[in-house]
Every structure is written in C-alpha cells, then in structure tokens.
C-alpha cells in the first residue's frame, strides 16, 4: 500500500503452507506505475523476515521467469539466492 495514495502498488502472498522441507514458497507481483521503485524489495525482505522466525519454516522460495531480469534483481536486492533451474523458471532460496 502507497499511504499517500491510498493505493495498492502490487501484492505478495504465500501460496501453501511449509512443506516436508520446511520450504514455503512466495509470490509477488508489482503494478507497472510502480516498477523500479523499491516496493517489492521492501516487501519481500520484511515477509521473508517474518516467515523465517515461524515454525517449520527453514527456507523461503520464489521463482520467476528466466527472462523476467527485473524480478531477478528484486530477489538479489533483497539477498536470495540462485539455486534451482528449469527450463523456463529459475528457483531462489533465503534461509537464516
């Protein structure tokens, strides 16, 4: 949320619950208006925060498109790091 605009500038969520390896995964998304302002970083590394403080929860992961290179830099901003690759995604990981 914007205060001063009283408006949403993107959302994040968690989609499930920690699996067996005590990973949850996050998603995210930022509306264009808002791009390259530092929103979603600041997002990301308050609710990984968090989610590594809970029970069960050893590592917090999100993907993205391997050509979505703004996204990729969020994640690095916000200090995850690269560790799986699919054919179409990459997988990043923050852990204590």
């Not at 005590?22 to 968090?50: C, F, H, N, R």
């Not at 560790?83 to 990459?90: G, H, Q, W």
Request: hydrophobic share 40%; aromatic share 12%.
């Amino acid at each position: 949320m914007l205060k001063e605009k009283n408006c949403a500038v993107g959302g994040i969520m968690l989609k499930g619950t920690p699996n067996e390896q005590e990973e949850v995964v996050i998603g995210y998304y930022t509306l264009p208006p808002y791009w390259g302002q530092g929103y979603m970083t600041e997002s990301i590394i308050a609710l990984k925060d968090w989610l590594l403080h809970q029970p069960n929860v050893k590592y917090v992961i999100a993907d993205t498109e391997k050509e979505n290179m703004a996204s990729h830099r969020v994640l690095e901003k916000a200090g995850a790091v690269l560790f799986k690759e699919t054919k179409s995604l990459y997988f990043w990981r923050f852990h204590l």
